[in-house]
């Protein structure tokens, strides 16, 4: 009988490597370019773990959501830091100098530049752009104009339209279809953990790359549930007034979205739940394909020292 496992693991595909996330490491593994395999793993806490009066319903999913961006977007540039750095292994191996403050102010401001910017994007495309031409169509038909559900349910639409082909159009690049790979590489690996199987390459192989804790999901989630919230709030007569009272419920969006993962995580099992969580396993399709087997290494790469770390705690 399989022993049951003793705590949750996610991850996130990064250039070249993937990152895992235990309840209290942070660990990732970047395949370089000369084929050897790079390792950053630091000990983290969560905000929530931290201090748990933060750690209630609603307030810890929008807490989270703003942690994994910022440790997400940390990861993404340690892994294209690395995979570029071809520095010879005689090099590599002397101490690091430490890095002057006029270096640190530089990254600094490079990393806070690259979250604002894809925050940017993000409310362009998923929030700006869908709420105007569903504005836009309104005013072509009486019917949207009367009708607030319909309003927001088309603005659902467009939204979940956008993202899909945004992840499409993402996926026709090489650059990205192995990030897209090395995501399905993070699943099988974690997926070889929760059927407690010894984690090699050849077990990790016959597993699934579609999860249902997946991120993906949570996107998808965030727009169903936005139909919702968004149906109970009062319309206003300016585009700007709409647009910037959506903004303001998306951490409350956020938290609910959040909560309902972990519900349905928790019901995983329960057949019920299969219907919940289709939409996202469909969506993995695209954002996620079937990895190599040095792709699954990194990831398992990742995976055993994450759960080493777990041990020392």
Partial sequence: MKKKIDFAIGGQAVIEGVMMRSPNSIVISVRKQNGTIKTQERMYRT???????????LVRGVINLFEMMVVGTKAINFSANEFVDETPKEESSKPEKKKSTTVKIVEALTFALSLVMALALSIFLFKFLPLYITTALE??????????ILFNVIDGILKTTFFIAYIFILSLFPSFRRIFEYHGAEHKAVFTYEQSLPLTVENARKQTRFHPRCGTS????????SILVYTFVPKQPEFTTNLLIRLAFLPLIAGIAYEYLKISARYTHKKWTSLFVAP???LQRLTTKEPTDDQIE?????LKIALEKEKTI
């Fill in 47 to 57: 905000l929530t773990q931290r201090i748990r009066a933060l750690n209630i319903p």
């Fill in 298 to 302: 990194v990831a398992l790469n990742s």
């Fill in 139 to 148: 005013t072509y038909s009486q019917t949207i104009q009367d009708n607030w």
């Fill in 218 to 225: 949570f996107v998808l989630i965030v727009f169903v549930i």
């Fill in 280 to 282: 996202g396993l469909w």
